[in-house]
């Protein structure tokens, strides 16, 4: 398949800026996929659709504060870094901009001197490899960052955002992402609350988001595009509930492409569903057949991207692409504080 077989014209104004409040009050599209029929409801109707029995994964990656400002040492010159993999102790990979001041052996200062960095070496792509200075007396790092990062908004929303928790789910836990696993923006606790009440379970994997997700197709033929990795967890205890899930007759849900990914790769890497940990760059388009999901909650993505290429896999092309056309002439809300879809 082509990347342009993907694209999809998307007037700006659809594209959400801010997120809707409550957060279950989004608006949810219901797909079959398997007649392609397309309902309209809200989010905190899901719970309808769900039956007793069934089972939701969500990703309790937590959004780190990742964008930080500083100045270089000896000239004062500003510079922006976001943090994307943890390396090791208080080494980071990171996008520096302007990339030309972020030479090997550069150092700079945020925060006032909270924390200072110095450039260990250029890696491909042009990101760079960071240690990390910092005043124990201070706190931890993730508390200095947590005093002086900012979130990590996409490029696409332009405006400011008041509350940084409404970036992260409410049952994030594990910090370590760049990017909000953003499907799971739409959950309250109270809606949680009557989910678990109706019998529906809940799993918690971990995959921690990176920018490389986002990260457009340049290629012409999508089976040439490389992925990049990002680090997962499953626990026994969340393997265990997908299995006897699938045993008894229950449905497995996937809240979101990262839980998708977290458990596809697990299946795929393992021939099973089991306790795992480590880095994944599965990519998943048309053609893929899943090993575990039978549903899918996500969020409205960008064109050409690699996650209107994974649900597209999973509701299939015509379906997906007609899904898509709908929500533009229905006005919903895209990407990240956008609107939602169910596809069962």
């Not at 996929?33 to 409801?41: A, L, Q, V, W």
């Not at 309790?60 to 943890?86: C, M, N, W």
Request: glycine residues 10%.
């Amino acid at each position: 398949m082509k990347t342009s077989d993907f694209y999809y014209d998307l007037p700006e104004e659809l594209i959400a800026q801010t997120p809707i409040e409550p957060r279950d009050h989004s608006r949810l599209m219901v797909l079959d996929k398997k007649t392609g029929s397309i309902g309209h409801r809200h989010f905190y109707d899901i719970i309808e659709f769900l039956n007793p029995g069934d089972c939701l994964i969500l990703n309790d990656s937590r959004v780190l504060p990742a964008r930080i400002y500083g100045i270089k040492e000896g000239t004062g010159s500003q510079v922006e870094f976001l943090l994307l993999t943890h390396k090791e102790e208080n080494v980071w990979e990171v996008l520096a901009g302007p990339g030309k001041k972020a030479k090997p052996g550069a150092r700079f200062i945020f925060g006032n001197g909270l924390l200072k960095a110095e450039v260990l070496e250029v890696v491909e792509g042009g990101n760079r490899v960071i240690r990390f200075e910092f005043d124990p007396k201070e706190g931890n790092f993730y508390n200095i960052l947590d005093r002086i990062g900012q979130m990590p908004l996409p490029p696409y929303i332009t405006k400011r955002l008041e509350n940084k928790e409404r970036y992260q789910t409410v049952y994030s836990k594990e910090l370590g992402s760049a990017a909000a696993p953003t499907a799971g923006l739409h959950f309250t606790p109270e809606l949680l609350e009557k989910l678990k009440n109706k019998g529906i379970r809940l799993g918690f994997v971990t995959l921690h988001v990176g920018l490389g997700t986002f990260r457009p197709v340049k290629v012409d033929d999508v089976t040439e595009h490389k992925m990049h990795s990002e680090h997962y967890e499953i626990s026994q205890e969340v393997a265990d509930l997908i299995l006897e899930t699938k045993k008894n007759g229950g449905r497995v849900i996937g809240v979101g492409t990262t839980s998708c990914r977290t458990v596809e790769s697990v299946a795929t890497f393992e021939g099973q569903i089991k306790a795992s940990e480590g880095w994944t760059n599965i990519f998943i388009y048309p053609g893929y057949e899943f090993k575990v999901l039978d549903g899918l909650i996500t969020n409205f993505h960008l064109p050409e991207s690699t996650l209107i290429m994974l649900v597209s896999a999973f509701a299939g092309y015509d379906h997906t692409m007609q899904a898509y056309k709908t929500a533009v002439q229905e006005r919903y809300r895209f990407f990240s504080f956008g609107d939602s879809m169910l596809i069962l």
